[in-house]
T-cell receptor, first 113, second 115 residues
Framework: KQEVTQIPAALSVPEGENLVLNCSFTDSAIYNLQWFRQDPGKGLTSLLLIQSSQREQTSGRLNASLDKSSGRSTLYIAASQPGDSATYLCAALLGTSGSRLTFGEGTQLTVNP | EAEVAQSPRYKITEKSQAVAFWCDPISGHATLYWYRQILGQGPELLVQ????????DSQLPKDRFSAERLKGVDSTLKIQPAELGDSAMYLCASSLGPTSNQPQHFGDGTRLSIL
């Protein structure tokens, strides 16, 4: 079974700290990986999309990397702010899943003022 | 910025009743997805449309769930009869085309509670 795993499940940091969220996937035949943010009771907001041919993508204080050989992606958040508090989900489009995204269970991030 | 619209935002109903959710994707988006998200988990795809055609409904419990996108624009997801285990967030998403090169954009979802 194809799986996407996110560690840690929850993370609490002080404001201003740089942090890394981890995502691992079991299928090296990956087409793309997408990072989302989800606020409580809300839908998902797309943050970054990395194609399999790319190594990383950047948007503002966010940087996402993709290492297909190790089956890992990381989301780096620089100079964290209380407004960054949310659940962060990664989702992979894997080789034999057609066009179905496989989601991790998310990392719940709390940034304390 | 254009958004995916979903209604209702919340739905409370008793088991054995019928429920329906509506989704209006971003204008011009040919691909539409319905997901179910159980609290504390990631979303799982129920059904994917390309225009008006179903391209993936392998995870849809077809004995009680149905989905349609008759004119290739807005879509309806129905459950009949609802069961206690159907309590979850139902999310709709859309993209310009197939996921391999296009990000998915999500609505705010419908939170369903079955009593």
């Amino acid at each position: 079974k194809q799986e996407v795993t996110q560690i840690p499940a929850a993370l609490s940091v002080p404001e201003g700290e740089n942090l890394v969220l981890n995502c691992s996937f079991t299928d090296s035949a990956i087409y793309n990986l997408q990072w989302f943010r989800q606020d409580p009771g809300k839908g998902l907001t797309s943050l970054l999309l990395i194609q399999s041919s790319q190594r990383e993508q950047t948007s503002g204080r966010l940087n996402a990397s993709l290492d297909k050989s190790s089956g890992r992606s990381t989301l780096y958040i620089a100079a964290s702010q209380p407004g960054d508090s949310a659940t962060y989900l990664c989702a992979a489009l894997l080789g034999t899943s057609g066009s179905r995204l496989t989601f991790g269970e998310g990392t719940q991030l709390t940034v304390n003022p | 910025e254009a958004e995916v619209a979903q209604s209702p935002r919340y739905k409370i109903t008793e088991k054995s009743q019928a429920v329906a959710f509506w989704c209006d994707p971003i204008s011009g988006h040919a691909t539409l997805y319905w997901y179910r998200q159980i609290l504390g988990q990631g979303p799982e795809l129920l059904v994917q449309f390309q225009d008006e055609s179903v391209v993936d409904d392998s995870q849809l419990p077809k004995d009680r769930f149905s989905a349609e996108r008759l004119k290739g624009v807005d879509s309806t997801l129905k459950i009949q009869p609802a069961e206690l285990g159907d309590s979850a967030m139902y999310l709709c998403a859309s993209s310009l085309g197939p996921t391999s090169n296009q990000p998915q954009h999500f609505g705010d979802g419908t939170r369903l509670s079955i009593l």
